[in-house]
């Protein structure tokens, strides 16, 4: 039995941030995390260990998200850019626009990937979580989280080289 004030509130953060990412819409994400956190109080009882609730939680939330981005898609609506951080203080102004611009193309290009690669990157480069429990958690094998994730990289430097270099 988990304690669901020690062992799943504690995700909040994590799941807006995975909401966040594939929604890309700050309110939307916060609706998300809290219909997360009804169904994990509901299903609070079933819970054996903190990481079978933290497993349950990031199944909902991504399936709640990716919920949210089809019906979007269906309504033909675009999606908000959100907010960036701003640049070191001691950069020069064109540094800074340029580290802006940079910033908003890899977002734009991480968004451009398939939803698997999209997920797959935002648990292992974002979240910090091993292969072996996205590979859990998105029921595939080790192997093909190591592939998805290559090739979401690669395709995203690839795009990423092509614009900077003004397609030369």
């Not at 089809?70 to 203080?89: C, F, G, H, V």
Request: include cysteine; glycine fraction near 2%.
């Amino acid at each position: 039995m988990i304690n669901f004030r020690d062992d799943v509130l504690p995700l909040k953060n994590r799941l807006y941030r995975l909401a966040l990412r594939i929604t890309a819409h700050t309110g939307e994400s916060e609706d998300i995390v809290q219909e997360t956190m009804i169904k994990a109080w509901n299903h609070r009882d079933e819970f054996e260990t903190p990481s079978s609730a933290e497993a349950f939680c990031i199944t909902a939330c991504r399936n709640m998200a990716l919920d949210y981005i089809a019906k979007k898609e269906r309504q033909n609506s675009t999606l908000d850019i959100t907010a960036y951080e701003q640049a070191d203080n001691a950069a020069t102004p064109f540094q800074m626009v340029s580290h802006e611009d940079s910033k908003k193309w890899v977002h734009k290009l991480f968004e451009r990937l398939p939803e698997k690669q999209r997920t797959i990157m935002q648990l292992r480069d974002i979240e910090g979580k091993p292969y072996k429990e996205i590979a859990e958690l998105l029921q595939i094998s080790e192997e093909q989280v190591k592939v998805s994730l290559f090739r979401a990289r690669q395709k995203i430097k690839s795009e990423f080289e092509k614009i900077d270099h003004y397609g030369l």
